[in-house]
């Protein structure tokens, strides 16, 4: 630890640094080249030289204490400029040390002139399970996604890291995070985030105490924890219920309390739907049909669909009973919907936060099941097709059909919705929605950890997916680095940046 006054980060910095901006008060920001040198090539008592450049657009006071954060650690140094006409920042590599701040990289730097504090960052941290080494990487299918997300954070400025609960190292403040360097992964000493993207992979891994314990002391901390839960089925019907733009997509739907729960729907309705109010990828659904005396269920498994035919509905719900007795159920309306081909057919919208903070669809997708199956995720073999194309595919229409615009709308009001009614964070929702043959659109699932699959395939060519860019761009405004079209007093600017091509000779 260099030989200067360090501090612990206050608990509440962020959250007033939120204040701050609504008021209008100078949080300048600009991003920078980072370059780490020795103590001797600095003059004495110095930490940070630094361009003119950047001392004027951020107008840093020199020669005396000011407070340097990274992450969740902070220390006082000194400042002072040095020739170059470049973003250009170079730190004494004992402090960069302390600070856990790696070499050559470009990052955001914003000065709160009252609390006489410098901010780099912000520091990302997407947490999940564990590693799961398969072909496609360390990460098993998110591997190319990981590796989008921390290149993608370099450009603009923010230190991304993949991490898990073993990594962490509550007593010195770091994690060994995984970055993506010299085109493979490296495992490294971190600073804390400051703010943790939650991709944790089961509610098993979520709810063990050992994280629970974790996350509500980070926030407690002050650290931003997004996308902190995942969602149950049942609580979010009870949410959305409540508001009126968006009950008008919800399908009927109550507990499983036992067969009169499902005699009643079934009498009601030719088709229900027996789903576990935390269940994913399509696990534990059943599909109850009523066609005259007869009563079908039909399930998949990862081996096909399964299609059983019953005489008597009690008999039907004795042979599922054992298995949808032990965990909560909904029993829910069966929907007339559109069809490709005759397989099944739904819409995956992924709705995410954008760099003002408001919820904005990134992308969506058509998702048809295989042949006979009663789901279209691609985890059960479904396959995806563009929006558009999807709509034509589509049959039979006896009503006028959707547009995508109509859709992108609607989860857009549903994403918004939730945010009003549900406690937690989140910053990107997975939107289910389906169509029937009339035209109405309805609400099938949201899943607060969306597949990281569907907007990679029509994405392929492109370097970077446009949900990743809007990720980062969310994390930036969170910490007041993102765009801003606000002024107030002594302003708030935002300087474009130089990367640094060749480093200092000395």
Same mark, same amino acid.
């Given at each position: 630890?260099?030989?200067?006054?360090?501090?612990?980060?206050?608990?509440?910095?962020?959250?007033?640094?939120?204040?701050?901006?609504?008021?209008?008060?100078?949080?300048?920001?600009?991003?920078?080249? %980072?370059?780490?040198?020795?103590?001797?090539?600095?003059?004495?008592?110095?930490? =940070?030289?630094?361009?003119?450049?950047?001392?004027?657009?951020?107008?840093?006071?020199?020669?005396?204490?000011?407070?340097? $954060?990274? &992450?969740?650690?902070?220390?006082?140094?000194?400042?002072?400029?040095?020739?170059?006409?470049?973003?250009?920042?170079?730190?004494?590599?004992?402090?960069?040390?302390?600070?856990?701040?790696?070499?050559?990289?470009?990052?955001?730097?914003?000065?709160?002139?009252?609390?006489?504090?410098?901010?780099? &960052? !912000?520091?990302?941290?997407?947490?999940?399970?564990?590693?799961?080494?398969?072909?496609? &990487?360390?990460?098993?299918?998110?591997?190319?996604?990981?590796?989008?997300?921390?290149?993608?954070?370099?450009?603009?400025?923010?230190?991304?890291?993949?991490?898990?609960?073993?990594?962490? #190292?509550?007593?010195?403040?770091?994690?060994?995070?995984?970055?993506?360097?010299?085109?493979?992964?490296?495992?490294?000493?971190? !600073?804390?985030?400051?703010?943790?993207?939650?991709?944790?992979?089961?509610?098993?891994?979520?709810?063990?105490?050992?994280?629970?314990?974790? %996350?509500?002391?980070?926030?407690?901390?002050?650290?931003?924890?997004?996308?902190?839960?995942?969602?149950?089925?049942?609580?979010?019907?009870?949410?959305?219920?409540?508001?009126?733009?968006?009950?008008?997509?919800? !399908?009927?739907?109550?507990?499983?309390?036992?067969?009169?729960?499902?005699?009643?729907?079934?009498?009601?309705?030719?088709?229900?739907?027996?789903?576990?109010?935390?269940?994913?990828?399509?696990?534990?659904?059943?599909?109850?049909?009523?066609?005259?005396?007869?009563?079908?269920?039909?399930?998949?498994?990862?081996?096909?669909?399964?299609?059983?035919?019953?005489?008597?509905?009690?008999? =039907?719900?004795?042979?599922?009973?054992?298995?949808?007795?032990?965990? !909560?159920?909904?029993?829910?309306?069966?929907?007339?919907?559109?069809?490709?081909?005759?397989?099944?057919? #739904?819409?995956?919208?992924?709705?995410?936060?954008?760099?003002?903070?408001?919820?904005?669809?990134?992308?969506?997708?058509?998702?048809?099941?295989?042949?006979?199956?009663?789901?279209?995720?691609?985890?059960?073999?479904?396959?995806?097709?563009?929006?558009?194309?999807? =709509?034509?595919?589509?049959?039979?229409? $006896?009503?006028?059909?959707?547009?995508?615009? $109509?859709?992108?709308?609607?989860?857009?009001?549903?994403?918004?919705? =939730?945010?009003?009614?549900?406690?937690?964070?989140?910053?990107?929702?997975?939107? #289910?929605?389906?169509? #029937?043959?009339?035209?109405?659109?309805?609400?099938?699932?949201?899943?607060?950890?969306?597949?990281?699959?569907?907007?990679?395939?029509?994405?392929?060519?492109?370097?970077?997916?446009?949900?990743?860019?809007?990720?980062?761009?969310?994390?930036?405004?969170?910490?007041?680095?993102?765009?801003?079209?606000?002024? &107030?007093?002594?302003?708030?600017? $935002?300087?474009?940046?130089?990367?640094?091509?060749?480093?200092?000779?000395?």
């Amino acid at each position: 630890m260099p030989t200067i006054f360090t501090k612990v980060l206050m608990p509440s910095y962020y959250t007033l640094i939120e204040s701050l901006l609504g008021r209008g008060i100078c949080m300048s920001h600009i991003c920078a080249g %980072i370059q780490l040198d020795e103590k001797s090539d600095f003059p004495s008592g110095t930490h =940070l030289l630094i361009s003119p450049k950047i001392q004027q657009a951020l107008q840093l006071p020199l020669r005396s204490p000011i407070t340097l $954060q990274l &992450g969740q650690k902070s220390t006082t140094c000194i400042i002072q400029t040095f020739s170059s006409t470049g973003s250009l920042v170079r730190i004494r590599k004992d402090l960069a040390e302390y600070l856990h701040l790696p070499d050559g990289i470009q990052l955001n730097m914003r000065y709160d002139n009252r609390l006489r504090r410098i901010v780099l &960052g !912000p520091v990302l941290g997407v947490l999940i399970s564990t590693l799961i080494r398969t072909p496609e &990487g360390i990460f098993g299918s998110a591997s190319s996604f990981c590796k989008e997300l921390v290149q993608g954070a370099k450009s603009k400025g923010i230190l991304a890291y993949i991490f898990t609960l073993k990594d962490l #190292d509550n007593d010195n403040q770091t994690a060994k995070g995984w970055r993506w360097e010299n085109n493979k992964w490296v495992q490294k000493t971190m !600073p804390y985030p400051d703010t943790i993207y939650n991709r944790l992979a089961s509610r098993k891994d979520e709810n063990r105490s050992e994280a629970q314990d974790w %996350i509500s002391g980070l926030k407690k901390k002050g650290v931003t924890f997004f996308n902190e839960h995942f969602l149950n089925k049942w609580q979010v019907h009870q949410a959305l219920s409540n508001m009126k733009e968006a009950a008008l997509y919800l !399908p009927s739907t109550q507990m499983h309390k036992g067969y009169a729960t499902v005699k009643e729907a079934v009498d009601k309705f030719p088709q229900v739907y027996l789903k576990p109010t935390n269940g994913s990828l399509g696990k534990g659904i059943y599909r109850i049909t009523r066609s005259g005396n007869r009563f079908t269920c039909q399930y998949s498994t990862m081996s096909g669909s399964v299609r059983k035919e019953f005489s008597k509905l009690s008999d =039907l719900y004795s042979s599922i009973s054992p298995k949808i007795s032990r965990i !909560p159920y909904l029993v829910q309306q069966g929907l007339k919907l559109v069809r490709v081909n005759g397989n099944p057919l #739904d819409f995956r919208s992924l709705v995410q936060k954008d760099s003002s903070g408001k919820w904005a669809v990134t992308s969506i997708v058509g998702r048809i099941g295989q042949d006979q199956s009663i789901v279209s995720n691609l985890a059960r073999g479904g396959t995806i097709m563009p929006v558009a194309k999807a =709509l034509i595919a589509a049959s039979p229409w $006896q009503g006028p059909k959707p547009k995508t615009k $109509q859709l992108k709308a609607i989860s857009t009001t549903l994403a918004e919705s =939730l945010e009003s009614s549900m406690q937690g964070h989140f910053a990107e929702l997975g939107i #289910d929605l389906a169509v #029937d043959t009339q035209g109405k659109v309805w609400l099938l699932e949201i899943n607060a950890k969306p597949s990281k699959n569907d907007d990679q395939v029509l994405s392929e060519q492109k370097k970077t997916r446009p949900s990743v860019k809007k990720l980062l761009e969310y994390v930036l405004h969170l910490h007041g680095s993102g765009k801003s079209s606000h002024r &107030g007093p002594g302003g708030f600017m $935002q300087v474009a940046a130089r990367k640094t091509s060749k480093r200092r000779k000395r």
